[in-house]
């Protein structure tokens, strides 16, 4: 670490002249740890493997970029490293950089079809589902929203799990995974007037679609049937 923290110094002594400074990213651990005593010029904090998104939690109050930065070991299919995405960014996190085994030499456009005995996954499809996690989370002001998981007051059933970014008032972002019938959630909400509308993460589709006036309190939220993924878009009208 103390290596690690000189040449940050030297990098930042490096560009002390330049108008506009590189970021540094500094690899912390695999899955989670916490940050003690950060270098100041670090801007971004980044874990492997990092699903659960624990790292977020554990470092969010550090107000930098957490990332996860490598992922691997879960296997080929697409499902594991879409549901890491999703969770870690939804989480709070600020990037998300998947090992692509599609990609090799003579393959450069990422189209090569690898062994089944692969570490991880890729291909041109899970590119596409990443690119509508990009265009969801696009659709909102995001840098002025926060890990709120406390907006959730029930109706997830057992097995699944929820995740909330939040803009209290004026925008929730909310994605759930599970086994089984789709989640209702129960969303504290102030009294407003509201758009809600699901999307599927494989398609990017629109699945269903609700305005309402809320009087303020607790309202559940219908899932569409026969998804064990789900996002949810909400926003004041």
Do not use: C
Not at 71 to 88: K, L, S
Request: hydrophobic content about 40%.
């Amino acid at each position: 670490m103390a290596w690690q923290h000189h040449i940050a110094d030297v990098i930042m002594d490096a560009q002390k002249d330049r108008p506009a400074k590189q970021l540094i990213s500094q690899n912390i651990a695999n899955k989670t740890a916490k940050i003690v005593n950060p270098h100041p010029a670090v801007s971004i904090f980044n874990f492997h493997y990092a699903a659960p998104p624990e790292a977020v939690a554990q470092n969010y109050h550090l107000n930098r970029v957490i990332g996860d930065n490598e992922t691997g070991f879960r296997g080929t299919n697409d499902a594991p490293y879409r549901t890491e995405a999703w969770d870690f960014l939804l989480a709070g996190g600020g990037l998300f950089n998947h090992l692509d085994y599609s990609f090799v030499a003579g393959h450069e456009d990422g189209t090569f079809v690898y062994p089944k005995g692969q570490p991880g996954g890729g291909n041109p499809g899970f590119r596409r589902q990443m690119r509508i996690l990009r265009d969801f989370l696009h659709t909102f002001d995001f840098v002025r929203m926060r890990p709120g998981n406390s907006v959730i007051q029930g109706g997830v059933p057992k097995g699944w799990t929820a995740r909330a970014l939040v803009e209290p008032g004026v925008a929730y972002a909310i994605y759930l995974r599970g086994e089984g019938q789709p989640s209702a959630p129960e969303l504290d909400l102030p009294a407003r007037e509201y758009q809600a509308e699901w999307v599927d993460p494989l398609s990017g589709q629109v699945v269903k679609s609700e305005a309402f006036r809320h009087p303020g309190g607790v309202r559940k939220l219908e899932a569409p049937e026969g998804a064990g993924e789900l996002a949810l878009r909400l926003k004041r009208r």
